[in-house]
């Protein structure tokens, strides 16, 4: 339950799904910690269990949320790292 006269129905996690898919990747975190605060009163697991959104991530988003500081995340030197590994591979090969 959301409140005590609103269900959490599976069309409104969809909507709720669908609305945050909407929101640009630096800045969904902090509203999917919105809206566990809000409709979910801030547990992970519930979010995990009724979104199928990843609880880390959630936590994650629900102290950017508090906080108002978002945390940076390298994705693309993670990215560089494994290409990096290919090439010296293909450099001793020769």
């Known amino acids: 339950m959301i409140a005590p006269s609103i269900p ?3 069309e409104l996690s969809e909507l709720i799904t669908r609305l945050v898919k909407q929101i ?3 800045y969904r975190r902090q509203a ?5 605060q809000t409709l ?5 697991r519930k979010a995990e269990d009724v979104l199928g959104w ?11 949320f ?3 500081i978002r945390c940076i ?8 790292e494994k290409s990096r590994r290919g090439q010296s591979a293909t450099v001793k090969g020769h």
């Open 8 to 10: 959490f129905t599976e």
């Open 24 to 26: 640009p990747n630096e």
């Open 32 to 36: 999917m910690g919105d809206v566990m």
């Open 40 to 44: 979910l009163d801030g547990k992970s």
């Open 54 to 64: 990843n609880r880390h991530t959630v936590e994650l988003g629900i102290n950017e």
């Open 66 to 68: 508090r906080t108002g």
């Open 73 to 80: 995340s390298d994705v693309s030197a993670r990215g560089e």
